[in-house]
């Protein structure tokens, strides 16, 4: 293609989407953009993109050459995603039946070399969402209906099944296997190759097949600011419930007579109460039960 015939077709591509405010995006000339997609200033659309007219992206985010963008996807401002992501693709579900789902993006994410974000499926609200903050490195899978909360990390290769939920601070390593309708608790660690069958509970380091909380992530703990009496409560509840093996009841009581029972003691007593009175180590499974 001739430059003159390239710079018409950018300007004509441009021409397509809809500004959301400022000045226009740089829109490469490979790039297609179907009508009635909404794209802020200082977005970059980089070669051999695809954007769905069901798209709004924000200001300041880039979409590196090759990526693609299928249905209804919202992405923030200020995120940064590689060559051959597809966000919005499918629900890879046999029950869908082509309903309008989404996918919203928060701010600040970085989506590495071909990470996969699916669309929800019709079994809960009809969002698969991911927040703030996060690093998805490559070709880690986001299935429909997740939810990823702030500043969590996805190493390479790591597949979350349907209906997963990520909280804040999160960190799962390569090439871990998370079932469907699994919770992982916040500042957790999921190390490499493990088999996540039940809920991780959160300050936890688990590993394994299946994984299993092994110790505290004491090191996510003190990076996280976590006083000593905090990370010094949490690895004794660790140790009465995975080692001691005293049951939830009794850690309670053992927990308040040492005077330890703290903010995050209670919230990690609570998460696991949740998580025993679900099926199969699964909390969220009472949901998809009813």
Known sequence: MEPADMAAESDDLETRCIPLAGSAPRIAPTAFVEPGAEIAEDVRIGHHCFVSAGSVIGRGTVLENSVTLMGR??????????????????????????????????????????VTINRASEKEDGETSV????????????????????????????????????????????????????????????????????????????????????????VALKRGGFDAQSIEAIAETHRLLYRAKVGLGPARDILQSQGMMNAAVEQLIEFLTHQYEGRHGRARERRRAA
Do not use: K
Not at 77 to 101: C, K, L, M
Not at 167 to 177: D, E, N, Q, R, Y
């Open 131 to 218: 927040g703030n903050g996060n690093f998805l490195m490559a070709c880690c899978h986001v299935a429909h209906d997740c939810r990823l909360g702030d500043r969590v990390i996805i190493a390479n290769g790591t597949l979350l099944g349907g209906h997963v939920r990520v909280h804040s601070h999160a960190s799962l390593s390569g090439g871990v296997a998370v079932h469907h309708w699994t919770t992982i608790g916040g500042w957790s660690f999921v190390a490499g190759l493990s088999r996540v069958l039940q809920d991780v509970p959160p300050y936890m380091l688990c590993e394994g097949a299946p994984a299993r909380p092994r110790c505290i992530n004491v």
């Open 73 to 114: 996807v919202q992405i923030g401002e200020r995120n940064r995603i590689f060559p051959n992501a597809v966000i919005g693709g499918d629900p890879q579900d046999v029950s869908y039946r082509g309903s309008d789902t989404r996918v919203v993006i928060g701010d600040d994410n970085i989506i590495r070399e071909g």
